[in-house]
T-cell receptor, first 112, second 116 residues
Framework: GDSVTQMEGPVTLSEEAFLTINCTYT??????LFWYVQYPGEGLQLLLK?????DKGSNKGFEATYRKETTSFHLEKGSVQVSDSAVYFC???????????FGKGTTLSVSS | DTAVSQTPKYLVTQMGNDKSIKCEQN?????MYWYKQDSKKFLKIMFS???????INETVPNRFSPKSPDKAHLNLHINSLELGDSAVYFC???????????????FGQGTRLTVV
């Protein structure tokens, strides 16, 4: 079945450091891919998405490129801020478009 | 106005009790979901409803029963609570069934259930 694998956390960085959170997927066909973010005490929010191969999703300085050759959708940010501290989830939409399949989440902690 | 709201935010209860979590969305969406997030932050879908009709029912114990009185509400009732039910439960909604490839899912703030 469909699945998403993310790098284990927690990831601890200093402010202005470069961030990469790895995500790979297994799925039938070419699913839409997403990054959701969960700030402390809140629900998940869509951060960015890509719906087809080679698409780049971007938002708030974060970027991720849909790589079908490597079945990956790694999240990157050039300079993280303390306010980026959160749990980041990689996800895909199942083939029917009826459910999101999530990775296990990666906790990011940024210190000043 | 909160788009997807859940109540209560925290729920502490004893084993064997029956409890309900309520969810309401004011986005006019047709599809609603329940997800369970375990202690390791792993999120897994439990149920999906489209316009009050059950679409997805993952391998969830029969003690969990979703109820959708109208398309803006999807409540979760849990019978005979067990320690392993302790988790954060998230309600979500999206516009139309089968369109998650192109539309955003909106999540509530979650309900932290603790069974003692």
């Amino acid at each position: 079945g469909d699945s998403v694998t993310q790098m284990e956390g927690p990831v601890t960085l200093s402010e202005e450091a470069f961030l990469t959170i790895n995500c790979t997927y297994t799925a039938t066909g070419y699913p839409s891919l997403f990054w959701y973010v969960q700030y402390p005490g809140e629900g998940l929010q869509l951060l960015l998405k890509a719906t087809k191969a080679d698409d780049k999703g971007s938002n708030k300085g974060f970027e991720a490129t849909y790589r079908k050759e490597t079945t990956s959708f790694h999240l990157e940010k050039g300079s993280v801020q303390v306010s980026d501290s959160a749990v980041y989830f990689c996800a895909l939409a199942n083939q029917a478009g009826t459910a999101l399949i999530f990775g296990k989440g990666t906790t990011l902690s940024v210190s000043s | 106005d909160t788009a997807v709201s859940q109540t209560p935010k925290y729920l502490v209860t004893q084993m064997g009790n029956d409890k309900s979590i309520k969810c309401e969305q004011n986005l006019g969406h047709d599809t609603m979901y329940w997800y369970k997030q375990d202690s390791k932050k792993f999120l897994k879908i439990m149920f999906s409803y489209n316009n009050k009709e059950l679409i997805i029912n993952e391998t969830v114990p029969n003690r969990f029963s979703p109820k959708s009185p109208d398309k803006a509400h999807l409540n979760l009732h849990i019978n005979s609570l067990e320690l392993g039910d302790s988790a954060v439960y998230f309600c979500a909604s999206s516009q139309d069934v089968g369109r998650l490839s192109n539309t955003e899912a909106f999540f509530g703030q979650g309900t932290r259930l603790t069974v003692v």
